[in-house]
């Protein structure tokens, strides 16, 4: 088994521990042939994914969190690799998704000796996404979450919290599989082709990653109530049932905004635009479970 580890130095928040050395430590233990590359800069990963297919690697492994994991899947649509997780981040939503291990020896001797399946891919204005991608509150803390200085579901939380108070929903018009527009507002849209944005926060419980559909979910205004009732469902995979979402499912959806909003993929803010397309690559990226 070639194995070739994409490692975010920037991940994870144990700067002492001597993640290469564990890498390789494990992967030799697993019989592995293996190389470890090493980012550089922020969309270095998709390359390095590219060329690590290019050269015939058969698993190709995103080290690091939700946003390196969506850069090594990018690179590697298309190829005949596929996709190893070895979870680092925050949030972890693919890993969890797709129950794999959170600990770097597990990890590192399931990408080593996995099993494969495919899984869908989703796209938002032509930005490939694995785990979530959404528009209005969420792509909002995204943004800010970014620019917070330190990760962690507490920052998250903080950021949110702060966030509510001043946040309005947006105008929106919306399309589903090409069916009648029907015009609403947006508090949270979000596409799910996995069920949650990670930390086991549950934005879409019932989404499968195999189905060729996208679970869409609206939540068209938050007062205070809903917003406890959302909190609670996010935390306990309830919120189908909570009332407070709307949900639906699609292959292709169009979205046309009054204002500019913006939009994150897996997690990791994009840009503002006023109109949207969200489509469905039916089992476009092999992945190692």
Known sequence: ?????????????????????????????????????????????EELARQAAEAGFRVVVAVGGDGTVNEVGRGLLGT???????????????????????????????????TFQRID???INGRPFFCTAGLGFDA????????????????????????????????????????PVFDTHCYVLAFANAAQYGN?????PRADIQDGLLDVCLIDRLPLL?????????????LTTSGGAVYHTSRHIRVQTQQALGFHVDGDYVAEATEFEVELDHLALEVAV
């Open 80 to 114: 005949a690799a596929a996709l190893g997780i070895v979870a680092r981040g925050s949030g972890n939503g693919l890993a969890r998704h797709l129950r794999l291990p959170l600990s770097l020896p597990a990890a590192v001797r399931r990408v080593c000796q996995p």
């Open 226 to 238: 809903r917003a406890v009732r959302v909190g609670v469902g996010l935390a306990l995979g309830t």
């Open 140 to 179: 909002h803390v995204s943004k800010l979450f970014a620019q917070a200085g330190t990760r962690g579901l507490s920052t998250y939380v903080k950021v949110a919290l702060r966030e509510y108070r001043y946040f309005r929903p947006t105008p929106v018009r919306i399309t589903l599989n090409g069916q």
């Open 200 to 204: 086991n926060a549950y934005i879409a």
């Open 1 to 45: 088994m070639r194995v070739c580890f994409i490692l975010n130095p920037t991940s994870g928040t144990n700067r002492t521990q001597d993640v290469p050395a564990e890498l390789a430590q494990h992967a030799a233990a697993a019989g592995a042939d293996f190389a470890i590359w090493p980012t550089e800069r922020a969309g270095h990963a």
């Open 121 to 123: 891919a989703g796209r």
